[in-house]
């Protein structure tokens, strides 16, 4: 009885240590990169750097408000097209499709979950950059390269997909058969119980998985940086290239760090996101526990 006691106490300090740990590690992370960024934060203010337009670091100026805006509209572009696609397909593999078609489905979601992430950067750029430059754009605009934000968000978006739809599926999969049995016996439609029943209960779990996309979403890189254009620029449309502060610190860090500030500020904008992202995800876990308490 004693031996129990004890293994049990033991487990227990190791999992509440392994959890202080994990915990640390954000605290680690976060203390490095404020103290990596402390010289350009000395040297400009804190306004300044996220409220400027202007990027010329051999000059001294630091502005990170292209940057910001377009790692906003890549990441806005993703989610908003990738959202109904992966809710759409979600409730369809089920609550409607045959047994065959999950079996087919499945392994494939897996397959481009598990892709590098440079795949789908030269796909962006084989597929996705001519239709834009030859077929979107011109409707639009007179001129394109192709290498816009709307290139970026559509690659974002397929990289994404394959999780929002296993998350969502794993999501509608766990709701009781019964809630559904009880609201067709009542006269129902399929689409009536979808929407009232299916989408209903699951509302906290389907704003969890958007807000895990969207922070998966903000940190991608490497495709990102191959098709949006790399243009410092604040951008007014999707059709216009960007430049997304993951793009920036991965094209840009290793290099040129001779010019004075250049590192502290590569530094910075990894604080950036890195703040975002947290924020981001507060604010959205108290607002989800509001709805939680409304909608269970």
């Not at 759409?88 to 598990?114: H, M, Q």
């Not at 958007?210 to 490497?222: D, F, Y």
Request: hydrophobic share 55%; net charge positive; charged share 15%.
């Amino acid at each position: 009885m004693k031996l129990k006691l004890i293994t049990d106490k033991s487990a227990a300090g190791v999992m509440f240590s392994l959890t202080l740990l994990s915990l640390l590690l954000v605290v680690v992370i976060a203390a490095g990169l404020i103290f990596k960024s402390m010289p350009i934060l000395e040297e400009h203010s804190l306004w300044e750097l996220i409220s400027s337009s202007k990027w010329k670091p051999a000059r001294g100026e630091f502005g990170f408000l292209p940057f910001i805006v377009g790692t906003l509209w890549v990441t806005g572009i993703a989610i908003l097209w990738t959202l109904p696609v992966a809710l759409l397909t979600s409730i369809f593999l089920t609550e409607n499709s045959k047994r065959w078609v999950k079996k087919a489905v499945f392994p494939i979601l897996d397959i481009l979950a598990g892709l590098p992430s440079v795949i789908y950067g030269v796909w962006g750029i084989v597929v996705v950059v001519p239709w834009i430059s030859d077929w979107l754009a011109p409707m639009f605009v007179e001129f394109s390269t192709g290498y816009t934000l709307l290139t970026g968000g559509i690659v974002l978006g397929i990289m994404i997909l394959p999780l929002m739809v296993s998350l969502f599926v794993e999501l509608f999969s766990a709701t009781p058969m019964e809630m559904r049995e009880a609201s067709l016996s009542l006269g129902a439609t399929r689409w009536q119980t979808t929407k009232f029943v299916l989408l209903r209960k699951n509302f906290p779990g389907i704003l969890a998985t958007v807000i895990l996309s969207i922070s998966r979403a903000m940190g991608e890189t490497i495709a990102v940086l191959m098709v949006c254009g790399n243009i410092v620029q604040i951008p007014s449309s999707p059709l216009d290239g960007g430049y997304p502060l993951p793009a920036l610190i991965a094209n840009n860090y290793g290099e040129m760090l001779s010019i004075p500030m250049y590192d502290s500020a590569l530094m910075f904008a990894a604080l950036i996101l890195f703040v975002v992202v947290m924020v981001f995800n507060i604010v959205s876990r108290v607002i989800l526990r509001r709805i939680e308490n409304k909608y269970i």
